[in-house]
């Protein structure tokens, strides 16, 4: 969000301990430096220094960054391009992008909830020998039925992502996750199955 | 008020790693920059040598000791960007060498790059509109602080002595006029 303090900061007129605070907000919150990006548009558009392109190309420059330092960290040696991908406008890559990047993630974290339901029982018949089997037993219930709404919540994301793709030119998840890990094979969700 | 200039502290944080503050430096630059680089290559080609600039920048930022502004650095690093985009492209760099001083300087009418797309100047337009119209709305003396400080460059406290108030008031009036500038081309470049 705009305010004054990051107004005055635009201009150069906090002190160092002002605008050390508001930088440290600006670094925290994606909403600040959305507005902060928006500002420094309306400067430049007023100075007449907006080129004929105004896209924010902040995100791709990041994203660049980040897999380089990755590269850098895996290799020990880097050469990193613009990153655009072909026959894709670039507004509508940077969305799948993003869309990619939480899809990818999802699937990451996929194994960890999905935990097979006899785990829980199993555990419960391990310490159902104690004579608090019965709280044990409704804790692995509870734990069972926590892991069955995080499927559900994770199964309705995937899904939300799926329409995004679908109103972003890439038909389907499966699209996004051959374009962040070319090469792999996937089992994903597919509503007609 | 010892004020200090937002770029210094920006610098001495990226050089630490901090990526969110190259962040910032990239968000206050970035349209700048692709201005500056659309004079020697295409529209369509001008955004990604603009990035790579971007991406030489950082990776040469832990020698920057500061001997000049930062922006004046980032803008040297960004014609090298494109000149050397032309060469690899096999076409002519620009017959004449632009000063990064001069560079900012030079309106549209003196592209020097030969493929121009009406679909990217369409926003671009848009918003000029947008953001003129916004302005000739405000109240008198939002508009009179806001021009005095982006069209003339007048420091806080010389528009405080033009205006005849205290400089607490000549940055609200600044935030304010920028918030209402701002609520009118939000939706224009919001996704």
């Known amino acids: 969000m705009m305010d004054e303090k990051l107004s005055a900061l635009l201009d150069d007129e906090l002190d160092q301990e002002a605008a050390s605070d508001c930088l440290d907000r600006l670094s925290r919150h994606i909403s600040a ?3 902060w990006s928006r500002q420094n548009l309306i400067r430049a558009v007023l100075k007449d220094q907006a080129g004929r392109e105004t ?10 960054l980040r897999n380089e330092s990755i590269s850098d960290s895996s290799t020990g040696r880097a050469r990193v391009l613009p990153f655009r991908l072909p026959g894709i406008p670039r507004q509508q890559w940077a969305t799948g992008l993003a869309v990619a990047a939480s899809i990818a993630a999802v699937t990451m974290l996929l194994p960890v909830f999905d935990t097979p339901d006899s785990v829980p029982a199993a555990s419960t018949s391990q310490v159902a020998q104690s004579t608090d089997s019965q709280a044990i037993r409704q804790v692995a219930l509870e734990r069972a039925r926590a892991n069955a709404e995080a499927r559900r919540e994770l199964q309705q994301y995937l899904l939300d992502h799926e329409a995004i793709a679908s109103g972003h030119g890439l038909s389907s998840q499966r699209a996004y996750m051959r374009m962040a890990s070319p090469g792999a094979a996937y089992v994903t969700y597919s509503p007609e199955q | 008020m010892g004020n200090v200039i937002t770029d210094d502290i920006l610098v001495a944080r990226a050089q630490k790693g901090d990526m969110a503050a190259f962040d ?24 990604d040598v603009a ?20 922006y004046t650095w980032l803008y040297r690093i960004a014609i090298n960007t494109a ?13 004449q060498d632009i000063d990064v001083a001069d560079a ?23 918003l000029k509109r947008a953001v003129a119209q916004a302005i000739s709305a405000l109240p008198a003396e939002l508009k009179t602080a806001i ?6 460059g007048l420091s806080y406290e010389e528009i405080a002595e033009a205006m005849d108030c205290p400089i607490g008031t000549v940055r609200s009036r600044i935030f304010r006029a920028r918030a209402a500038i701002d ?5 224009l470049v919001e996704d």
């Open chain 2, 104 to 126: 900012e300087l030079f309106g549209h009418t003196e592209q020097m790059s030969d493929v121009d797309t009406p679909e990217a100047s369409a926003l671009t337009d848009e």
């Open chain 2, 51 to 70: 990035q790579e600039a971007f991406i030489k920048a950082f990776r040469a930022l832990k020698g920057f000791r500061g001997n000049s502004a930062f």
């Open chain 1, 55 to 64: 896209v924010d190309i902040s995100a791709q420059v990041m994203v660049a």
């Open chain 2, 147 to 152: 021009t005095l400080r982006e069209l003339e």
């Open chain 2, 83 to 95: 000149k050397n985009h032309l060469v690899a492209r096999s076409r002519r760099p620009a017959s």
């Open chain 2, 24 to 47: 910032v430096l990239v968000r206050k630059y970035q349209y700048k920059v692709v201005n500056l680089v659309s004079r020697y290559v295409s529209d369509a080609d001008a955004q």
């Open chain 2, 183 to 187: 609520e009118v081309i939000r939706p």
């Open chain 1, 33 to 35: 430096r959305q507005a």
